[in-house]
C-alpha cells in the first residue's frame, strides 16, 4: 500500500462567556427554561433591529490578539440567508466580506518540537436556537434561549497532519480561550465545537486531495475517532480506485462511522450581504493597543515562569498551567504563605488525581487555596504526618473541610510524647525478634517495616522520623 | 369652523387654550371617519375606545402638564408597517394579518409621550411595495379628492386619510417615495427626512438602508411639528443618528431670501406631464418671489436611479421578508407536508403578487455568480448618485422638482405594468439612495380637479431649508387664494363634484 498523508483543518466555532447576548440585552445563561432569555430581536420580530455588544468586539480582539492575528480596522457584518426554525429571521447576522481577524497562528508544543498551525480568519456571529423535537406528539419546539448568543469561528489553514495535532490545537484554543476568560470552551456543552476538514494524499504529493467536512463532534475523543474514521475510509476508497467526493459527513460516535449529510452540488447559496441594519465597525488602533496591554499571561508564558521562579519541572508545569483554574488555585495557595514546590505536589498529584475519579474540573475544587496552604504548613511543622494529612485533603477535597478543625475533630495530631514513643518501639522490637537479627545482619531495609509496626500500634499519629529514630537508639543501646 | 378642518398645530393651540378638549376632538375624527371611510377606505384598523380612553388620558396629562409639546391631544394615524403595542400590525398583508405586537415602534412610543392619539392604522400597498396602495391585501383606498382615482403610494392611507380630515396628522413611511408621492396626489405636506433622523425600530423593514417613517400633515408647519416630535435618536436603532437641531419648527418663519434653488434639467424633460411641469414653474416663481435665487442645472445619472434603487431594494426585501415562515407568527398555511412545504406554501399563499416578484429579483441579484454585477454594481452607482448630489449641494441649498411625473392616475391602471410603475419613481428614489430628506408641498390642482406637489429636496440634515421653503410656497400659494388641501368627500360628494367645488388655488 502506498503511504498517505492526512491533511486537517478545523473551523471552531466558540460560545462568547459574554453576560449579554451579540445584538440584545438578553441574558446568555446556559439552562434556563425554554424561551425565557428572549425578546423581539432574538425572535426576529418584525420592526425589530441588531444593535452590537461591544463586549463581543472586544472579546473577538482578544481571542485574534492571542492567536496572533492581523486585525481588520474596518470589519462589517453580513446576512447568510437560510431558512431554518431556529433561526428566526431566516438568516444568520455573520462575517463573510471583512471578518474582525485573519491571519494568525498557534503554536502548539507537540512531543516531537513545536508546530505553528496558522489561522486564516476569525470572525464574529450569533448563535442559533434551539430545536427540541418532541416524538411522543410527533412535533418540534424551538428554544431561542440560545439565539443571538454571540460566537466566534476561528478557521484554521490546512496545517494538520494528525489526530494528535488536532487534539493538541484544540487543547491550545481551549487554553487561550479560558486564560483569556473569553470562554469556557465545553465541547460536551456544545460552548466550543469544532468541523473537521479532512483530505488524504499521497505521501511528498503537493496538491491537496478532495476534503469532506465533519460534524457533530462532541469530544476530543470523539473527535481522534472521527479522524481516525475518515483517513481510513478516504484511503480505502482511493485504494479501491474511486474518488472521495466533497460532502459534509455526521460522525455517529455510538456506530464510530459517518454518513454523508449534503454533497457540494446541493451547498446552499447562502446570498451573503452587508448587514443594513448594521453599520461598519471601526476599531481605533488605541483600543487594539489597549486589549493587547491587558491580554492575561497565556499557558505557555505561565509554565515558563513557573519553572524558572519557582523551579518546577517543565511536566509539572505543564500540569499546573493546562487548566486556567487550576493556575490560579497554584498562584492563591503560594499567596497564602505555601512553599511552590510542596503546592504543586498537592495540586499535581493529590488534586489532580481526585479531580479524575470524580470526573471533575479544576473550576470544581470545593476548598479555598488558603485551605491546601494550611495544610501544608500543618504537614511542614509536623503536626500530621504524611498519611494523616492525605486523610485530611480527602476531607477538604470532599467536603471543604477546615484543615485544622478537621485534624483537631480526628485526633490526627502527630503524638509528640517521646516516652511513648520509647515504649512502642521497644515492644515492636521485642515482638519481632527475626526483623531484629536481619537488621543486625546489615538490612536496614527492614526498619521500614518496624517503622510501620510503630504506626500501626500508635494508629498513625506517630512522626515517621521519629519514630525511625527511636528505633535506631533502642537498636544501638542493645 | 368644524374642529377636524383646523391643522394639527391649530387643534393644538386651542387644546392647550381650553377651547378644544381632547375628547372632543378624538370624536370628531372618529365622526369624520363614520362619515367618510366608504368613500376613503384609509384605515385597515380603527380603535373607537382605545382612542377615547386615550383622550381623556392625555386630557388629564396635558392639565397636569406632563403633556406640553406642540402636538399634545392631537389624534393622529399610522402607518400599518409600523408597530403599536397591542393593536394589529399588518403590513396590509395576508401573511401578518392577525399579528398584534407586543412592543411600539420608537416613533409611535414618541406620538405617546407627546400626548398623541392614535385612532387607528392605516392601508398601504403590501410590506410598503407599490405606488398606489393597490397592493393591500385588504382594501382599496381611494383619493379623497376623486374617488375613481388612486391615492398613491404606499403611504396611500396615511395620505387620504389626513387629506379627507379623519385624522390631523399621519405617520408614513418613504424607501422610494412611498410619502412623497401619495402627499402630492393628495394635497398633504409630507417629508421624509434625512437617513438616520427617525428610528426605525419597530418599522416593518422593506429596505433597511432607504426606510425612513416620516410626518404626513396638512401643512408644512404640521409636518414640521411631528417631525420634531419623532426625530431621536434611539439606542434601539444602531442606523439612528445623534442631531441636535430637530427644533423644526423654528424654521418656518425664516425667509427664503438669499436661498438658492436648483431644478435639475433632467427633471423637465419632454415626457414630463404639463400639470405636473406647471407646478413647478409656479413653486419656481413663488420662492423667486420671495426673494430666492433658482437656476437649472444637469444632476446626471438619472437614467441609474430606478435600477439602482430596485437592485438595493429588492435584494434588502428578500432578506427583510424571510423571517415572515409561518413559524413563529402570522399567516401559515392550513395544510403542509413537512417543513419544507410549509415554507412554501405559507409564504405562497401569504405574501401578494409584487411583493413575491421583489422576493424574486432580490433574490437573484444576491445569488452567487451574480452578487458582484447586480448587488456589488449597484451599490456602486449608489455613492456616485450621492457624489452627484454632494455636488449639487455645493451650488444649491434646495434642489426643486416634481415629486411623481402625473397627477393621482385612475384606480386599476397602474399593477398591469409593473415596469412602468417603476419607472414613475424616478424623481423620487434618488433621494432615498443618498439618504436625502425630501419634502412633498401642496402646489396647485389640475383641470381634472387633482392636486400636484412639487418636492424640495435638501443635503443631508438640511430639513430646516426644506421648511422654511416650504412654508414659503405655502404662503404664496394662500395668497393666491388657496388656504388649505383637503378635500373630505362627505363634505364635497363624489368624485365628479370635487372638480367643481375644489377652489382653483394659485390661479
Not at chain 2, 391631544?73 to 392577525?98: F, H, M, Q, W
Not at chain 2, 416593518?204 to 396638512?218: E, H, K, T, V
Not at chain 2, 405655502?474 to 388641501?485: L, Q, S
Amino acid at each position: 500500500m502506498k503511504q498517505y498523508e492526512t491533511v486537517i483543518g478545523l473551523e471552531v466555532h466558540v460560545e462568547l462567556a459574554t453576560r449579554t447576548k451579540i445584538f440584545c440585552g438578553c441574558r446568555t445563561d446556559f439552562g434556563a427554561a425554554p424561551n425565557t432569555h428572549v425578546c423581539p430581536v432574538c425572535t426576529g420580530m418584525p420592526g425589530s433591529l441588531p444593535v452590537l455588544n461591544r463586549k463581543v468586539v472586544e472579546f473577538a480582539l482578544r481571542a485574534g490578539l492571542a492567536l496572533n492575528c492581523e486585525i481588520n480596522r474596518y470589519c462589517k457584518f453580513d446576512r447568510k440567508n437560510y431558512f431554518y426554525p431556529d433561526n428566526p429571521q431566516n438568516y444568520q447576522i455573520s462575517q463573510l466580506y471583512l471578518p474582525i481577524c485573519h491571519d494568525g497562528y498557534a503554536e502548539l508544543d507537540l512531543p516531537n518540537g513545536k508546530k505553528r498551525v496558522g489561522i486564516h480568519e476569525i470572525h464574529m456571529e450569533e448563535d442559533a436556537g434551539k430545536l427540541v423535537h418532541d416524538e411522543w406528539t410527533d412535533s418540534s419546539l424551538v428554544d431561542y434561549n440560545r439565539s443571538g448568543v454571540p460566537l466566534i469561528e476561528i478557521v484554521s489553514e490546512p496545517d494538520m497532519r494528525s489526530a494528535e495535532e488536532v487534539i493538541a490545537y484544540l487543547e491550545h484554543l481551549q487554553s487561550t480561550m479560558r486564560y483569556l476568560g473569553v470562554s469556557d470552551c465545553r465541547l460536551q456543552e456544545g460552548s466550543m465545537r469544532a468541523d473537521v476538514n479532512l483530505s488524504v494524499r499521497e505521501a511528498g504529493s503537493k496538491t491537496y486531495g478532495t476534503r469532506t467536512e465533519m460534524k457533530n463532534l462532541n469530544s476530543l475523543k470523539a473527535i481522534a475517532r472521527a479522524i481516525e474514521g475518515e483517513r481510513e475510509r478516504q484511503i480505502e476508497l482511493l485504494e479501491e480506485g474511486r474518488p472521495v467526493v466533497q460532502e459534509t459527513r455526521r460522525w455517529d460516535d455510538n456506530k464510530e462511522s459517518s454518513h454523508a449529510m449534503r454533497s457540494k452540488e446541493d451547498a446552499k447559496d447562502y446570498r451573503y450581504f452587508p448587514d443594513p441594519d448594521l453599520p461598519p465597525i471601526r476599531i481605533p488602533d488605541a483600543w487594539i493597543e489597549q486589549i493587547k496591554a491587558d491580554l492575561p499571561e497565556l499557558k505557555e508564558a505561565k509554565a515558563a515562569r513557573y519553572q524558572s521562579e519557582y523551579g518546577l519541572s517543565a511536566y509539572d508545569a505543564g500540569l499546573l498551567t493546562a487548566d486556567k483554574a487550576l493556575a490560579e488555585f497554584f498562584e492563591g495557595t503560594i499567596a497564602a504563605g505555601a512553599a511552590p514546590k510542596k503546592a504543586a505536589n498537592w495540586l499535581t498529584g493529590e488534586t489532580l488525581r481526585l479531580l479524575k475519579e470524580s470526573e471533575q474540573e479544576a473550576s470544581s475544587i470545593r476548598f479555598a487555596p488558603e485551605s491546601l496552604a494550611k495544610l501544608i504548613g500543618l504537614a511542614e511543622r509536623g503536626v500530621v504526618n504524611n498519611r494523616s494529612a492525605k486523610e485530611v485533603f480527602a476531607a477538604m477535597f470532599a467536603e471543604n473541610a477546615d484543615p485544622e478543625a478537621y485534624v483537631e475533630a480526628h485526633g490526627l495530631k502527630v503524638e509528640n510524647d517521646a516516652g511513648l514513643l520509647a515504649e512502642t518501639a521497644k515492644r515492636v522490637l521485642d515482638a519481632n525478634p527475626k526483623a531484629v537479627a536481619e537488621y543486625r545482619e546489615g538490612k536496614e531495609k527492614v526498619l521500614g517495616f518496624l517503622v510501620g509496626q510503630i504506626m500501626r500500634e500508635m494508629h498513625g499519629k506517630a512522626d515517621p522520623a521519629q519514630a525511625n529514630e527511636a528505633l535506631r537508639n533502642l537498636l544501638s543501646k542493645q | 369652523m368644524h374642529i377636524t378642518d383646523h391643522t394639527a398645530t391649530e387643534l393644538a393651540e386651542k387644546i392647550k387654550l381650553g377651547e378644544i378638549g381632547v375628547t372632543e376632538a378624538v370624536k370628531a375624527s372618529l365622526e369624520r371617519i363614520g362619515a367618510s371611510e366608504r368613500a376613503v377606505g384609509a384605515f385597515l384598523t380603527v380603535e373607537p375606545e382605545k382612542a377615547l380612553e386615550r383622550a381623556r388620558e392625555v386630557e388629564d396629562g396635558i392639565r397636569s402638564g406632563r403633556y406640553a409639546g406642540p402636538l399634545a391631544g392631537v389624534p393622529v394615524a399610522v402607518k400599518d408597517n409600523i408597530c403599536t403595542n397591542g393593536t394589529r400590525t399588518t403590513c396590509a398583508s395576508r401573511i401578518l394579518e392577525n399579528f398584534v405586537p407586543f412592543y411600539d415602534a420608537t416613533a409611535v412610543k414618541l406620538l405617546e409621550d407627546a400626548g398623541m392619539v392614535i385612532l387607528g392604522k392605516t392601508n398601504m400597498d403590501e410590506f410598503a411595495m407599490g405606488s398606489t396602495t393597490e397592493t393591500s391585501a385588504f382594501a382599496v383606498t381611494k383619493n379623497p379628492w376623486n374617488t375613481g382615482h388612486v391615492p398613491g403610494g404606499s403611504s396611500g392611507g396615511s395620505c387620504a386619510a389626513v387629506a379627507a380630515g379623519e385624522c390631523f396628522a399621519a405617520l408614513g413611511s418613504d424607501t422610494g417615495g412611498s410619502i412623497r408621492q401619495p402627499s402630492s396626489y393628495c394635497g398633504v405636506a409630507g417629508i421624509k427626512p434625512t437617513y438616520g433622523t427617525v428610528s426605525r425600530y419597530g418599522l416593518i423593514a422593506y429596505a433597511s438602508s432607504l426606510d425612513q417613517i416620516g410626518p404626513i400633515g396638512r401643512s408644512v408647519s404640521d409636518c414640521a411639528a411631528l417631525l420634531s416630535v419623532i426625530a431621536a435618536h434611539d439606542e434601539k436603532d444602531s442606523t439612528s443618528v445623534k442631531r441636535g437641531d430637530t427644533d423644526f419648527m423654528s424654521a418656518l418663519g425664516d425667509s427664503p431670501r438669499g436661498l438658492r434653488i436648483g431644478i435639475p434639467n433632467e427633471y423637465l424633460s419632454d415626457g414630463l406631464d404639463p400639470d405636473v411641469r406647471d407646478a413647478v414653474g409656479r413653486a419656481a416663481e413663488w420662492l423667486k418671489d420671495a426673494g430666492a435665487t433658482v437656476d437649472c442645472f444637469d444632476l446626471g445619472l438619472m437614467e441609474y436611479t430606478i435600477p439602482t434603487y430596485y437592485v438595493i431594494a429588492s435584494a434588502e426585501a428578500s432578506s427583510n421578508l424571510e423571517r415572515f415562515d409561518g413559524v413563529k407568527y402570522g399567516y401559515r398555511a392550513a395544510e403542509y407536508e413537512g417543513l419544507h412545504d410549509m415554507y412554501k406554501r405559507s409564504r405562497s399563499e401569504g405574501f401578494g403578487e409584487e411583493v413575491k416578484r421583489r422576493i424574486m429579483l432580490g433574490s437573484f441579484v444576491l445569488s452567487s455568480g451574480y452578487y458582484d454585477a447586480y448587488y456589488l454594481k449597484a451599490l456602486r452607482v449608489k455613492a456616485l448618485i450621492k457624489r452627484a448630489f454632494d455636488d449639487a449641494f455645493s451650488r444649491f441649498d434646495i434642489i426643486l422638482g416634481p415629486a411623481a411625473p402625473t397627477a393621482a392616475p385612475k384606480l386599476g391602471t397602474s399593477l398591469s405594468d409593473p415596469m412602468k410603475m417603476y419607472l414613475s419613481d424616478i424623481y423620487t428614489v434618488a433621494v432615498n439612495l443618498a439618504g436625502l430628506p425630501g419634502l412633498s408641498v401642496p402646489c396647485t390642482v389640475n383641470g381634472l380637479g387633482l392636486p400636484v406637489g412639487v418636492q424640495l429636496i435638501g443635503d443631508c440634515f438640511a430639513e430646516k431649508k426644506l421648511f422654511t421653503a416650504g412654508a414659503a410656497i405655502e404662503a404664496a400659494r394662500a395668497a393666491d387664494g388657496e388656504t388649505r388641501f383637503t378635500r373630505p368627500v362627505s363634505v364635497c360628494g363624489g368624485a365628479e363634484e370635487a372638480a367643481h367645488t375644489g377652489k382653483e388655488c394659485a390661479r
